[in-house]
């Protein structure tokens, strides 16, 4: 059974950072490319990174480029996302999730997902 479980969330103030985690069990990490969602009320689900198994390769929506770094410890069968220089429009719940196979910038192409973490930025 997959399991992905963010941690890290919470309130911040704009210019603050944050990083979250994302923990994986049940599947092979090490071989998986694992991404960054968020989804903000009343909007879509939006693609914010994700990093490759080969090279750990990232990639990054146009907003958080400079920003945020996306990194992982297969070892510790961890992704991690570090946010700085937080934005208000940065306030979502971000999701972790693993690509099944295709575009990592194509939600549908991911297979399983976290139950999210809610991220907070006052102006």
């Known amino acids: 059974q997959v399991q992905l479980v963010e941690s890290g969330g919470g309130l911040v103030q704009a210019g603050d950072s944050l990083r979250l985690s994302c923990v994986a069990s049940?599947?092979?990490?090490?071989?998986?490319?694992m991404g960054w969602f968020r989804q903000a009320p009343g909007k879509e689900r939006e693609f914010v990174a994700a990093?490759?198994?080969?090279?750990?390769?990232?990639y990054y929506t146009e907003s958080v480029k400079g920003r945020f770094t996306v990194s992982r410890v297969n070892a510790k069968k961890t992704m991690y996302l570090q946010m700085m220089s937080l934005k208000p429009e940065d306030t979502a719940v971000y999701y972790c999730?693993?690509?099944?196979?295709?575009?990592?910038?194509?939600?549908?192409?991911?297979?399983?997902w976290g139950q999210g973490t809610q991220v907070t930025v006052s102006s």
């Open positions: 990093i490759t198994w080969i090279r750990d390769m990232t």
């Open positions: 049940g599947l092979t990490f090490s071989t998986t490319t």
């Open positions: 999730a693993s690509l099944r196979s295709g575009s990592v910038y194509s939600a549908g192409d991911y297979d399983y």
